[in-house]
């Protein structure tokens, strides 16, 4: 079995905490009607080329 050393589990919540932090930034003033319709089309346009 593997585990994560405090080092570790301390990089891990670093990036994790950056990660959120982006994505929150990058929604901002955007609504989840927006959103959804970004993923969705993006999500069509994927299986267009697929």
Known sequence: MLALTT???ELHKSCFDTQQEFRNKTV????ETDYQTTISTLQKMIANIS
């Open 28 to 31: 901002t003033d955007i609504s």
């Open 7 to 9: 080092e570790g589990k």
